[in-house]
């Protein structure tokens, strides 16, 4: 079945640490599409990072950088420099195709509260 | 700017009340969706809708419903049905394309107490 595991409930860093957020997941399909979101205090869900499954290239943008490897089906999300303002928190989602017609669904992990202390 | 836009923010509801949650989206996206948040867990989908005039229903639909009249607008209706309606609701759109999946994005959310 699928699934997305997030089994860090909540990690707590001093600023200026490094900081690495797992995600692994499982899927029947060859073509599926993995996301981050983050979530503030606010409540809105922020758009990070989309990649396909046939993209396995690492990528970085800025603090930010996600390590993609098929062979564990882990997604993991690492903040260089933790800032107080990375503080929220952070879902992974899986994206495959959810009807016969081709529609997509995402299935959310249970999400990491990631805490940056001053 | 573009983007989405959910009201109210903080909603309440009576017993045997039916309360309905506003949607909206000027980015031109066909498709909609509404998901539930409880505590500590992740998003469930309630409804979703690929195109006006036409909506289908996601994992928790009961006692829940929608409309999709026009293509901005996705309301979100919680029944005197849905036992245990208290959560975080969030909206969602999104330009699916055949064989792709587009990024989906959200709205700030209406939480939901009931009295």
């Known amino acids: 079945a699928q699934k997305v595991t997030q089994a860090q409930t909540e990690i707590s860093v001093v600023e200026k640490e490094d900081v690495t957020l797992d995600c692994v997941y499982e899927?029947?399909?060859?073509?599926?599409?993995l996301f981050w979101y983050k979530q503030p205090p606010s409540g809105e869900l922020v758009f990070l990072i989309r990649?396909?499954?046939?993209?396995?290239q690492n990528e970085i943008s800025g603090r930010y950088s996600w390590n993609f490897q098929k062979s564990t089906s882990s997604f993991n999300f690492t903040i260089t420099a933790s800032q107080v303002v990375d503080s929220a928190v952070y879902f992974c989602?899986?994206?495959?195709?959810?009807?016969?017609?081709?529609?997509?669904?995402?299935?959310f992990g249970t999400g990491t509260r990631l805490k940056v202390l001053a | 700017d573009g983007g989405i836009t959910q009201s109210p923010k903080y909603l309440f509801r009576k017993e045997g009340q039916n309360v309905t949650l506003s949607c909206e989206q000027n980015?031109?996206?066909?498709?909609m969706y509404w998901y539930r948040q409880d505590p500590g867990q992740g998003l469930r989908l309630i409804y979703y809708?690929?195109?006006?005039?036409?909506?289908q229903k996601g994992d928790i639909a009961e006692g829940y419903s929608v409309s999709r009249e026009k293509k901005e607008s996705f309301p979100l209706t919680v029944t005197s049905a849905q036992k245990n309606p208290t959560a975080f609701y969030l909206c969602?759109?999104?330009?699916?394309?055949?064989?792709?999946?587009?990024?989906?994005?959200f709205g700030p959310g209406t939480r939901l107490l009931v009295l």
């Open positions: 989602a899986l994206s495959e195709v959810y009807t016969t017609s081709g529609t997509y669904k995402y299935i």
């Open positions: 969602a759109s999104s330009n699916p394309s055949r064989g792709v999946q587009e990024t989906q994005y």
């Open positions: 809708s690929q195109i006006v005039n036409d909506f």
């Open positions: 990649r396909n499954s046939f993209d396995e």
């Open positions: 899927t029947r399909d060859t073509t599926y599409y």
């Open positions: 980015l031109n996206h066909d498709a």
